[in-house]
């Protein structure tokens, strides 16, 4: 279909590959281990296995250029020219980066320019029961919002084109690591279910319409969701496409979302991701702002709102042990349909399926106490925050990164690496006893970390070096970072979680500029 490769134009050749479904399917899918919420320097779970963990621990030490390589393999930088054409940005660029745990890893991430609203978006996807779910969001979601935001009489605009067989006009322009893959196989169809969208959207608004973004932005998530359910009960006559969209549908991600035009920020997040502002004091410290809620068993919130939406007689069992029926962790996902459809067409769709699922035992298992689905939804929460000049960055994180160090910890650790300027706080030894020859180390070893702060050139990979390497002192241990980045496929996922960073850095002058025109 000519019309779709000119929709999809943003994307370059180079980087959409014939095989790029391959790296989700290298194994079976993996039900979602999520790691314990502990201090990064203590012991992995479960004990019975610590004495191979030792072992492997002291198996192999690398060296610094090879940590670099590893940390930096994923690592990406995008810089908003100062001048973008229609006016100045407030966002100066940002950095990402993904550090797998699982193999292969189950996070995605995505950055695009809306070219028609000249909003910026960018998204962390985390995967469970395997990476397809997640896959698909990186390469879908975006058009749907960008979508959702167009006007009226533009998608008219935009169906008439397709109608007539004429040129499009691309609605994103990407920013993408060579590694961030699209999948040709399934553009045909992606494309199809969108121009269905866009056609609902043309029916159900008005000439002169101006889409509010907190609803395009919960429109958007929901229909993407349903769409993904709904392609799989259809199924695909190609059967390798069909088997695609049952993967995709039967696993899950989470999702979080950051729209962010002229000094307006707006967050869309479903599940256990997290965004996090980075805000510079008076004093030049720097505080945190969190600007999405984890949707999971500590949020009392989301505990009352899922028993609220069952009956009483599945008050004990509807979250059990911290987990949806005892198993999801994630109160908000895509896919997922083992918790969303019912057992009477969860096992039509199945026997219908390629024979390869039938040997996935995830997709033949029904959850346990399942009676009144659905249980599970692709809601997001929507936060609008007005930018300030005082707001300098934006961290969106999977919860990998949230599980090793704390939001102010983050805030901090990135506020003195973009500013140059170390905070001196105390130094602490939480709880430790420690002689006064381990005292001069520590303080030595501030002072060479310090020094060597700019070894990474891109904020993401500096944040992770700390997320991984941080000893029970708060700095980097060269040889425990060591240690952590050459754990055996086995046991890494037994130590930490699939990272994925983005770091978005704001330009307060022009925050300062558009408050002052508002």
Known sequence: MPVMSQLFRGLPR??????????????????RRPASRRPSHMSPTPPSRCYRTASALLSYILTPPQVNSILKANEYSFKVP???????????????????????????RSAATCLQTRGMLLGVFDGHAGCACAQALSERLFYYIAVSLLPHDTLCELEAAVEAGRALSPILQW????????????QTLYFSSLRTYWQELIDLTNPGDVPDTSEALMNAFKRLDNDISLEAQVGDPNAFLHYWVLRVAFSGATACVAHIDGADLYIANAGDARAVLGVQEEDGSFTAHTLSNDHCAQNEDEVSRIRGEHPPSERKTVIRQDRLLGLLMPFRAFGDVKFKWSIELQKRVLESGPDQLHENEHTKFIPP?????PYLTAEPEITRHRLRPQDRFLVIASDGLWETLHRQEVVRIVGEYLTGVHQRQPLTVGGYRVTLGQMQGLLEERKARASSAFQDQNAATHLMRH?????????????RLSKMLSLPEELARMYRDDITIIVSQFNPHVIGARRQEA
């Open 14 to 31: 180079a980087k959409v590959l014939s095989s790029s479904l391959l790296p989700c399917q290298q194994r079976g899918s993996r039900a």
């Open 82 to 108: 100062e001048f973008d054409g229609k006016n100045l940005s407030s966002v100066m660029g940002f950095d990402s980066n993904q550090l797998p745990a699982n193999a292969p890893i189950e996070d995605r």
């Open 467 to 479: 997320a991984v390497g941080n000893n029970e002192f708060g700095t980097v241990d060269h040889e």
């Open 175 to 186: 920013q993408k690591h060579p590694n961030d893959y699209f999948s040709r196989e399934a």
């Open 369 to 373: 106490n399942y009676h009144t689905p």
